[in-house]
């Protein structure tokens, strides 16, 4: 049979560069080659992660970047008294492209781009790999424009100090123009190509994590299981800081921590992934432009806990995924069908602690498990927002008069009169300083809502009328404030996940204050405490559980003040020391099958939901444990 002939393509041209459009760079064109999604994540949504390569990569760089003598005019090559000419930049409005040349070589009559590569010179017929040829012929193609004659490149590979020479013939010049042309359409077309499918490109991408090439190409393949490549190893940790009167500054690629009149200790950069001050402390201003520059946030909460905001830098440039959020969040069928989704997830979740931890009648038991079983499946047929917050209500009803058989009272301690604050890091890491302890009923409102009902905080147990509780008792939610220990120690909880929900999902892209199922309102984080609520029992309860029953936190570590209750400063610190090490805690992901940390998991499910909203899968995948 003979062949069939083939329609051959014609190239599209790219539309014209608007005058005020940046000019793209000619790294973007060789990502573009390698793969258009990886173009597009960087160039058209900002995104970023170093690995081991790029930093390789810069480390091979680290002469050539260095500014150099300009190039000479094309006209005057002849007469210049340097055959070399080193970090030259270059670029065209006709091509909308822009390019730093590490190195450019000349004879008199032409120009020879060089450009340093990491690793060693791949063994292939052509010398190169097409995304190293094409960025190199770009090169070419901008001194030209610039009015130099240019016939050829080399690439240069540091590790086996190779030089391999590339010849710009017609058909490389066709290939370079066609990637420029898609690179532009693409970044101009509003829309990210789909990921590569089951590409050995991936494994070793900076942006997998990011792009979850294999978690998205899931949902559209029935029985593909992604590789466990988004799991990275965060070695950074939070650095919390409650002494009072602590000075934070910048030393080297250190931040030293100074109390008033006490010691001092360091904490390296590379090591903290977010700082928490709570209460007076001070920061300097070159401490706090490293952290802006290496996108370290920094959260502020007053003396008792209270989450008062966070400071970060720029700030996520992908509008993309903002305005995705926008469009659903305005789209009323859209909102209704996430937040039914949002509240089945942590019914069933909360069924699953109740299945899990319970300590009391098993016919008991089985009730409250068929009750919110129940319930769940109502939720993802409510027909509008009131009736989904009523049901929410009566499954949180039904949750917390158990809640109680979930506890294991310990006996009671002696109650000491002062704490000892600390500059504290979960790795175990602390610097006593003498201070009086305060209480706490932290974070934005008692269960990650707006502020409290009233602008005082709970007393502090230096104050005449603060009593302890003698045991650990719980009949009702209750807050603004709690009225005892296991009330505290949730309303904290809820509000240490809010704000990790509001650090992770600005550190994405989202808008935070934007929701589907929480009504918008100043101040309050509506997003984070939307994608926050299936993780309520798993990590909030679950930690306030593990606190109580594992002892912990004692019936000492609270004060009753007033109408309030509220945790001292060192049972604080203990409690805050168990909520990060149940994020650093490991699970499997019930849909991927890979194991990650359940901060990991947080910043996994918080971009899939981006996902969803940029339509790239059909449904938001909840994290739901058996």
């Known amino acids: 049979m003979p062949d069939t002939p083939q329609q051959g393509e014609l190239p599209l041209e790219a539309p014209p560069l608007p005058e005020d459009a940046p000019f793209l760079p000619a790294r973007m064109v060789n990502e573009y080659v390698y793969c258009p999604r990886l173009a597009y994540l960087e160039w058209v949504q900002g995104e970023w992660a170093e690995s081991a390569d790029t930093v390789e990569g810069a480390h091979a760089h680290r002469r050539v970047d260095r500014e150099d003598r300009p190039l000479p005019p094309a006209d005057a090559l002849g007469e210049a008294d340097r055959p070399r000419t080193r970090s030259v930049t270059l670029s065209s409005r006709r091509l909308g492209l822009v390019a730093r040349i590490d190195l450019v070589e000349s ?33 070419g193609l901008l001194l030209e424009e610039n009015g130099y004659r240019c016939t050829e490149g080399v690439l240069y590979f540091a590790e086996s100090r190779e030089r391999v020479r590339v010849v710009f013939d017609e058909e490389l010049r066709e290939a370079t123009r066609g990637a420029i042309g898609g690179l532009r359409l693409v970044a101009a077309g509003g829309r990210i190509p789909p990921p590569l499918r089951d590409s050995p490109k991936c494994p070793r991408c900076s942006l997998v994590g990011i792009c979850l090439p294999d978690e998205v190409n899931h949902f559209h393949r029935t029985g593909a299981t992604p590789r466990p490549i988004a ?30 009149d006490g010691p001092t200790t360091t904490a390296r950069l590379i090591d903290v992934s977010q700082v928490v001050l709570m209460g007076n402390a001070r920061m300097t ?33 992908n509008v993309e995924l903002r305005e995705a959020q926008y469009r659903a969040s305005f789209t009323p069928a859209v909102s209704l069908a996430v937040a039914r989704s949002l509240v089945a997830a942590k019914v069933r979740n909360s069924r699953t602690m109740m299945r899990r931890n319970w300590r009391g009648d098993e016919h008991e038991r089985e009730l409250v498990l068929k009750t919110l079983r129940r319930l769940a499946d109502r939720t993802r047929h409510a027909r509008d927002a009131d009736t989904l917050l009523g049901l929410e209500g009566e499954a949180a009803a039904v949750y917390f008069r158990a809640f109680a058989g979930l506890l294991r009272a310990p006996a009671a301690v ?3 009169d002062h704490a000892q604050c600390a500059v504290h890091q979960p790795s175990g890491e602390t610097v006593p300083v003498t ?45 603004r404030p709690p009225t005892d220990p296991v009330n505290a120690l949730l309303s904290f909880a809820y509000s240490m996940l809010t704000r990790t929900f509001t650090v992770t999902l600005s550190a994405i892209g989202f808008d935070v204050y934007r929701g589907f199922y929480h009504r918008p309102r100043y101040g309050r984080p509506a ?100």
Request: charged content about 25%; some cysteine; hydrophobic content about 35%.
């Open 414 to 416: 002696p109650v000491t």
């Open 285 to 317: 201003t070159p401490c706090l432009h490293a952290l802006m520059r290496r996108e370290i946030p920094v959260t502020w909460h007053s003396y008792g806990g209270w989450f008062l905001g966070h400071t970060v830098g720029l700030g996520h440039k």
């Open 107 to 139: 004879d008199g009559e032409s120009v020879v781009p060089v450009d340093y590569k990491r690793g060693k010179r791949p063994h292939v017929a052509t010398g190169a790999y097409e995304p190293e040829r094409v960025q190199l012929c770009v090169q």
């Open 231 to 260: 799991v990275r190893r965060d070695e950074a940790l939070p650095l919390y800081v409650q002494a009072n009167n602590v000075r934070l500054a910048k030393k080297g690629e250190t931040i030293t921590l100074t109390e008033e």
């Open 435 to 479: 201070a009086p302890a305060t209480g706490a009923e932290g974070g934005i409102g008692a269960a990650g809502e707006g502020a409290p009902a009233t602008g005082a905080e709970p007393a502090a147990d230096n104050t005449g009328g603060a009593t302890p509780l003698p045991a650990f008792r719980f009949d009702r939610r209750n807050r």
């Open 527 to 626: 997003l984070a405490l939307d994608l926050m609520e299936p993780f309520r029992p798993i990590v909030a309860d679950s930690t306030v559980l593990q606190a109580i029953n594992n002892g912990e936190v004692k019936p000492g570590d609270f004060l009753h003040g007033g109408a309030g209750t509220a945790l001292k400063s060192a049972g604080r610190k203990r409690f805050i020391a168990a909520f990060e090490r149940r994020l650093a805690q490991e699970t499997t992901h019930p849909i991927f099958g890979y194991r990650l940390t359940m901060r990991r998991l947080i910043e996994v499910q918080g971009r899939l939901f981006g996902r969803y909203l940029m339509g790239e899968i059909k449904e938001y995948p909840h994290y739901l444990p058996r």
